[in-house]
């Protein structure tokens, strides 16, 4: 009976600690499906903007030697220059053009950034320490990280404020009619141009919040631009066009992964979170194609 | 014509003519071609960084102070590959006949050093793998142009069990301890999962092992298992973004950080200074020492650093940085050894290969090359790649690595039957015929 309550135990922390990875895989996906929403167009370069975003923010804690939070604002308008230039330079020569071609553009733009942002701030790992906890708690020999309970309540918090945004504010009602069609929102005197550098610039801020999460944890190095292959699956399976669904498919991902890791692992050599990921969001497409919350795409023959 | 037209046409005829344009070396200079493949990018490039910067300052202080090595310029040029397997070859491929043939290359990549074992045999080509790469390469006879030098996993990782061992009272005492190895799911990581399967089996010690996803990034469903299966050591065989996690996430289960080991490549400023608080007590093994009173470092800040050179000075003296220039002496070394024996000054890879196969690093060799008290002595030859050695443990203060142990010897009884036995096989499976010495 004793082993079974410690194993109990041993599972529910897997089980919550999967849970609060999942929040911080979430992060990362959030930037996705504002772009995506917002646009129509899969940003592949939101990880290589998280990891320019963290390294900005460091790079200038280190450089003027000012407190974080005005490295943070700084980073801001470094993003939302970023965002300038993505409009001016690249995407806003591509209006109409096929969505692959956009998508072959973020591309360009991920080994853009990752190059450059090495180049600019350096490729050695830099701690990052903005005062947030670290160490876990211990809840009854339940082990739970501070930090990740935080990035939880941030993930949260997020979600709020960008629902509010996209439902409840003139910008965000231009930014959906954007998404459905760009001829017709341009027509009606949306600035086509106005709208992709707004939400470039909070796909941004979305990306400097999980590059802050991420390099608390991990430092900020180059790695961080991977964790972009961690949010896809997320995205599969929580729906590209939803914020919710990132959530959500975040928690599932994040708690699927370590069960899987922990209780299949051991029988087929372990290393096996990353596949077993993928796997599992294709297992919810069988299902829902368009993945858990994403929108149901009819069109007329 | 358009600006753009302009713009475009300039930069393309730059591109095609900058082969042309670059300067052609004088005919008549004796000239040393050490091309580095190096990964200053990367998910590994903390740990690419220093080695790459003590390789590029050793040869820029031998070409400043000396002239070159006995008068031969040494022609010291990098190729970035990232840590890709397919782009470090790639990089083999591209050098390896500029400036009159490469003479050695070192690729700090177990993956690479895999890939180029064949090709550096049929190009007659040194490589020197320190402390990396194929653990049964250290038999001569079967891997004639390869150098693990020192010691290789196999005998790093009978050491580590020896400190363990001593910690706890004795091999007798090790029967009902557990030992945690963590490792990079890469092949570099697996290299030591074989002879600690060995060890587990001869000294009765439970073995449990914990792959870590490549790169490394998210680490948490190892450290859940490991806090489960609360074992008396933890073993690490880690590298790059992998470290400090593991070090923090070690912490964060409230595992005692002296009895966490990394290897030698889990063992540098890199991994403990990103990780805080959480490093303190943290152990590694290393065949060097960190710090920058050694003469071959003065030389190198002196006359790199002192005249407004030198690749990256905040690298300087750190574990990782040391360890390369130490690389470099023991090339330097066998150069000089080459010229000697041949007559010549600029000496080619076949002469190099005999050069490194009569290195011997003693006490006044040690003296001569300003690394006295850096690393141990060796002797390789033409049968034994690995010449001897032993290496250290150090612990990590919360601002330094200081040594913890006496040198550590590999358990050669265990370790040298395994290379053998493997190197036999690779020998079978190749179809090739054992090199003759001697």
């Given at each position: 009976m004793e082993d079974f309550v410690i194993e109990f135990m041993f599972f529910l922390e897997v089980l919550f600690s999967g849970l609060l990875t999942g929040t911080l895989y979430s992060l990362v996906a959030l930037g996705f499906v504002l772009i995506f929403k917002a646009s129509g167009v899969f940003n592949f370069a939101q990880g290589a903007m998280m990891l320019f975003a963290a390294l900005s923010l460091v790079g200038f804690q280190e450089m003027l030697g000012v407190h974080w939070t005005v490295a943070f604002l700084l980073t801001v308008?470094?993003?939302?220059?970023?965002?300038?230039?993505?409009?001016?330079?690249?995407?806003?020569?591509?209006?109409?053009?096929?969505p692959i071609i956009l998508f072959m553009a973020t591309i360009g733009i991920t080994f853009f950034l990752d190059g450059f942002g090495q180049t600019l701030w350096g490729s050695d790992i830099k701690p990052l320490d903005i005062g947030l906890p670290t160490g876990s708690l211990d809840f009854g020999g339940i082990f739970v990280d501070q930090l990740e309970l935080v990035a939880g309540a941030t993930a949260g918090?997020?979600?709020?404020?960008?629902?509010?945004?996209?439902?409840?504010?003139?910008?965000?009602?231009?930014?959906?009619?954007?998404?459905?069609?760009?001829?017709?929102?341009?027509?009606?005197?949306?600035?086509l141009r106005n709208i992709w550098?707004?939400?470039?610039?909070?796909?941004?801020?979305?990306?400097?919040?999980?590059?802050?999460?991420?390099?608390?944890?991990?430092?900020?190095?180059?790695?961080?631009?991977?964790?972009?292959?961690?949010?896809?699956?997320?995205?599969?399976?929580?729906?590209?066009?939803?914020?919710?669904?990132?959530?959500?498919?975040?928690?599932?991902?994040?708690?699927?992964?370590?069960?899987?890791?922990?209780?299949?692992?051991?029988?087929?050599?372990?290393?096996?979170?990353?596949?077993?990921?993928?796997?599992?969001?294709?297992?919810?497409?069988?299902?829902?194609?368009?993945?858990?919350?994403?929108?149901?795409?009819?069109?007329?023959? | 014509m358009s600006l753009k037209k302009f713009v475009l046409g300039a930069v393309g005829a730059a591109v095609l003519a900058a082969p042309l344009a670059a300067p052609a070396p004088a005919l008549a200079e004796d000239t040393l071609y050490l091309p580095k493949l190096v990964y200053r990018t990367g998910p590994f490039a903390p740990g690419g960084i220093p080695t790459a910067n003590g390789a590029s300052d050793y040869w820029a202080m031998i070409n400043e102070r000396d002239g070159g090595v006995n008068g031969a310029r040494v022609i010291y040029e990098e190729c970035e590959f990232g840590y890709n397997t397919d782009r470090g070859v790639e990089c083999y491929?591209?050098?390896?006949?500029?400036?009159?043939?490469?003479?050695?290359?070192?690729?700090?990549?177990?993956?690479?050093?895999?890939?180029?074992?064949?090709?550096?045999?049929?190009?007659?080509?040194?490589?020197?793998?320190?402390?990396?790469?194929?653990s049964d390469a250290g038999v001569g006879t079967a891997f004639p142009w390869v150098f693990p030098l020192m010691t290789n996993y196999w005998g790093q990782a009978t050491g580590i069990f020896k400190y363990i061992s001593e910690q706890e009272g004795g091999i007798d005492a090790m029967?009902?301890?557990?030992?945690?190895?963590?490792?990079?799911?890469?092949?570099?990581?697996?290299?030591s999962i074989p002879i600690f399967r060995t060890m587990s089996e001869k000294f009765g010690f439970t073995l449990k092992e914990y792959p870590v996803t490549f790169p490394g990034l998210e680490q948490k469903a190892t450290w859940l298992q490991v806090r489960r299966a609360r074992p008396d050591y933890i073993v690490m065989w880690g590298w790059g973004a992998m470290n400090q996690t593991a070090i923090k996430e070690a912490a964060g289960i409230r595992f005692p950080a002296e009895k966490f080991i990394g290897n030698w490549w889990a063992g540098a400023e890199q991994d403990t200074v990103p990780a805080g608080d959480a490093a303190i007590g943290y152990k590694s093994a290393t065949f060097n020492v960190a710090g920058k009173e050694f003469p071959v470092i003065q030389e190198i800040v002196k006359h790199v650093y002192g005249k407004g050179n030198g690749a990256g000075e905040e690298n300087v003296g750190q574990v990782?940085?040391?360890?390369?220039?130490?690389?470099?002496?023991?090339?330097?070394?066998?150069?000089?050894?080459?010229?000697?024996?041949?007559?010549?000054?600029?000496?080619?890879?076949?002469?190099?290969?005999?050069?490194?196969?009569?290195?011997?690093?003693?006490?006044?060799?040690?003296?001569?090359?300003?690394?006295?008290?850096?690393?141990?002595?060796?002797?390789?030859?033409?049968?034994?790649?690995?010449?001897?050695?032993?290496?250290?443990?150090?612990?990590?203060?919360?601002?330094?690595?200081?040594?913890?142990?006496?040198?550590?010897?590999?358990?050669?009884?265990?370790?040298?039957?395994?290379?053998?036995?493997?190197?036999?096989k690779y020998l079978k499976e190749k179809g090739l015929e054992p090199a003759t010495c001697g």
């Open positions: 308008v470094v993003m939302i220059l970023l965002a300038w230039c993505v409009e001016k330079f690249v995407l806003g020569k591509l209006v109409n053009q096929e918090g997020l979600v709020l404020g960008l629902a509010i945004f996209f439902n409840k504010t003139k910008i965000g009602r231009a930014l959906r009619a954007v998404a459905d069609d760009h001829q017709a929102a341009m027509s009606v005197g949306i600035s550098i707004i939400v470039w610039s909070v796909a941004g801020l979305v990306g400097l919040v999980a590059g802050i999460m991420w390099g608390s944890k991990l430092g900020v190095q180059f790695s961080l631009s991977l964790l972009a292959l961690k949010a896809l699956p997320v995205l599969m399976l929580g729906g590209f066009t939803s914020i919710p669904g990132a959530i959500i498919g975040g928690l599932i991902i994040g708690a699927g992964e370590k069960l899987a890791e922990i209780y299949l692992g051991p029988f087929v050599g372990g290393a096996i979170e990353n596949w077993f990921a993928y796997m599992l969001a294709m297992v919810f497409l069988l299902f829902r194609p368009q993945g858990l919350f994403g929108e149901k795409i009819i069109e007329r023959v | 491929e591209r050098t390896k006949t500029n400036h009159g043939g490469a003479l050695i290359y070192q690729p700090y990549s177990t993956g690479v050093t895999y890939a180029l074992t064949d090709r550096t045999r049929t190009d007659k080509i040194p490589l020197l793998t320190m402390g990396y790469g194929r029967k009902d301890k557990t030992i945690a190895l963590v490792y990079l799911d890469i092949a570099y990581g697996k290299e990782l940085y040391n360890r390369s220039v130490v690389t470099q002496t023991f090339i330097h070394a066998g150069i000089l050894a080459a010229q000697e024996k041949f007559g010549v000054k600029a000496i080619t890879s076949e002469q190099l290969r005999w050069g490194m196969e009569n290195i011997k690093i003693d006490d006044a060799t040690a003296a001569k090359m300003g690394i006295t008290g850096m690393v141990p002595n060796i002797a390789p030859t033409c049968e034994d790649h690995i010449g001897g050695g032993s290496f250290f443990i150090q612990q990590w203060d919360g601002k330094k690595w200081n040594l913890v142990s006496e040198p550590i010897e590999p358990m050669n009884d265990l370790v040298v039957p395994a290379m053998q036995e493997t190197a036999d």
